[in-house]
T-cell receptor
């Protein structure tokens, strides 16, 4: 059983650029959630994808968008990068069973916006 | 809206001692789940223990146990016989039954000294 993987590990971009972060879910999982963790803070929920559809969204602007593919892997896209987008981006996969949705996390992607 | 509060930014104990991390939360939901996650310097978020609100019995996982006080909306984590490998950020998180996003506290930095 493979765990959750994310790529790239680190990324440096400049203001105004666009970035795509990738996540491969754990084997057997059908749901992916994305979180933003600013330095020294707890994670903030961005959105969740279930069976290729957005299943919930946190308080993030539309320039944060996502995709989930038929193999349940996922992408997080951020357009028009701002300095405040610098953070650790965590992906978590889970098996949506209608009850508890225990989430398993990847190692994260550290995004730095200059 | 649900909130999670961790009032201890940092704690430090000697190896083999017992330490308790505090967490309080606010919700109007009757059924929900509570979690403690550990985030070591490697950044990967690791589930330590979870508690279903409908269960009165406190969850236990080896050296880790919780004190769940539903009426007080308190969910503390006790680590017995602390080890150097327990050094990490610890996050308390809430998941309501009506949605599947995790709401996180700001974290407690735990340092285990040799």
């Amino acid at each position: 059983e493979t765990g959750v993987t994310q790529s790239p590990t680190h990324l440096i971009k400049t203001r105004g650029q666009q970035v795509t972060l990738r996540c491969s879910s754990q084997s057997g999982h059908n749901t992916v959630s994305w979180y933003q963790q600013a330095l020294g803070q707890g994670p903030q929920f961005i959105f969740q994808y279930y069976r290729e559809e957005e299943n919930g969204r946190g308080n993030f602007p539309p320039r944060f968008s996502g995709l989930q593919f038929p193999n349940y892997s996922s992408e997080l896209n951020v357009n028009a990068l701002e300095l405040d987008d610098s953070a650790l981006y965590l992906c978590a996969s889970s098996l949506f069973r209608g009850l508890i949705n225990e989430q398993f996390f990847g190692p994260g992607t550290r995004l730095t916006v200059l | 809206a649900q909130t999670v509060t961790q009032s201890q930014p940092e704690m430090s104990v000697q190896e083999a001692e017992t330490v308790t991390l505090s967490c309080t939360y606010d919700t109007s939901e009757s059924n929900y789940y509570l979690f403690w996650y550990k985030q070591p310097p490697s950044r990967q978020m690791i589930l330590v223990i979870r508690q279903e609100a409908y269960k009165q019995q406190n969850a236990t996982e080896n050296r880790f146990s919780v004190n769940f006080q539903k009426a007080a909306k308190s969910f503390s984590l006790k680590i017995s016989d602390s080890q150097l490998g327990d050094t990490a950020m610890y996050f308390c998180a809430f998941m309501g039954d009506s949605n599947y996003q995790l709401i996180w506290g700001a974290g407690t930095k735990l340092i285990i000294k040799p």
